[in-house]
């Protein structure tokens, strides 16, 4: 069976999952990139790591900072599917001009045509209109989707797809990896002295420094409550960094320590020093660091607008879902969160345990591969 997968750009979090399909019985897979990055992605792309055969396409690439929109205007994507030929093609979404190259080709030559689907009710804005009817057009005519989780399955539905059409996976990433590392990292001769540069409490953010992650919403609530014993590592970067920066000077928030972006090797040290772990989106497809935090055995506070609160927390037990918009909640969460914290360092095995079981990349790899079965019945 001939694969084709078309995606956006070579992401670190993707090369475990496509190596693992490339794997599978009966599976000859190719993935093609539009791009090898882009502009808000500082990823080290590590080749070496990539076991499955994939061409980077030739274009021109455009990025709109203000909305965080890439644009990406390829050419050669039709001499790659006539030779290569595949009998099912696949995009991870509809926003780009080769993603509806392919779903054109693939309704004219009659090959079947699987949608990977991350959108969700919480992350879209636009549902009605000409844009709205472009995307209804391409969701009604997949001939199976394969989703990040269950809120991206019911924006499907929602859409007009059909419910027994979906196959809902979940977004991850090397789960496995990311426990290992931290477990490492904990248990080495310089952690004690790592940990003690810091508060008594510590919580983490890791992403990017812009206006829709709203880390603002973070900082607001540690000024309010003023607990010396609450410390906040914010790993990443972005265009909000100074502003930051400027408020945690002017609230004399000392207790807020900026990192800087780390590669993904570099991640599992930060994971490991933290106690809690935060996510205070405004809008977010899925989150995949909360799959991290959750690998790492960290408590995690999360938004109820990204994808991931509803498929991966378990409220109380693993984490807790709270309104990124209620500043006084937001509050009442974190202190909740500190007055049990002792409770919740026991759980830190159990919950590490229980998500790389349960969140797994070859759980994400099982829903394309049923999908794949499917189409080849």
């Known amino acids: 069976m001939k694969v084709i997968i078309i995606t956006n750009i070579i992401s670190p979090y993707r090369v475990p999952l496509f190596n693992i399909l490339a794997q599978g019985i009966d599976v000859d897979l190719k993935v093609i990139f539009l791009a090898e990055k882009e502009a808000n ?27 965080e929109i890439p644009i990406h205007i390829n050419w050669g994507l039709l001499r790659e599917l006539y030779h290569y030929n595949p009998d099912i093609i696949i995009t991870s979404g509809y926003d780009n001009i080769a993603y509806w190259v392919a779903y054109l080709f693939c309704k004219l030559l009659k090959k079947k045509y699987i949608l990977w689907n991350g959108t969700t009710l919480l992350s879209t804005k ?16 997949a001939d199976l989707y394969v989703t990040y989780g269950t809120k991206a399955a019911e924006y499907l539905v929602y859409m007009g797809a059909r419910k027994e059409n979906i ?8 789960m496995d990896c990311f426990r290992r590392e931290v477990i490492k990292f904990r248990n080495s001769a ?89 996510l205070p989106s405004f809008e977010e497809v899925w989150g995949l660091v909360v799959n991290e935090a959750l690998a790492s055995g960290l408590y995690v506070l999360c938004s109820n607008k990204a994808g991931a609160a509803y498929d991966l927390i378990r409220e109380q037990w693993n984490g807790r879902i709270f309104d990124p918009y209620d500043e006084n909640g937001i509050v009442e969460i974190i202190q909740e969160t500190v007055k049990n914290v002792e409770e919740i360092k026991i759980r830190r095995p159990l919950i590490s345990n229980h998500a790389c079981q349960e969140f797994s990349i070859q759980r994400s790899a099982r829903a394309f591969l049923d999908a794949f079965r499917r189409l080849d019945e």
């Open 167 to 174: 196959h809902v996976g979940v977004n991850t990433v090397d």
């Open 41 to 67: 992605r500082n990823w080290q792309i590590l080749k070496g790591k990539i076991n499955f055969e994939y061409r980077i396409l030739p274009g021109i690439h455009i990025f709109i900072s203000s909305k």
């Open 190 to 278: 310089t952690f004690i002295e790592e940990r003690l540069k810091f508060p008594k409490i510590l919580f983490l953010y890791v992403g990017q420094l812009i206006k829709r992650k709203g880390v603002f919403q973070i900082l607001n609530a540690l000024s309010k409550m003023n607990n010396p014993d609450i410390g906040l590592l914010i790993v990443g970067n972005g265009p909000l960094e100074q502003e930051l920066k400027r408020f945690c000077h002017s609230q004399g928030l000392t207790n807020v320590f900026f990192m800087g972006f780390k590669q993904q090797d570099e991640l599992p040290k930060y994971y490991a020093l933290a106690d809690i772990f935060i």
């Open 126 to 141: 636009k549902l009605n209109g000409f844009i709205g009817q472009m995307k209804k057009t391409i969701i009604k005519s």
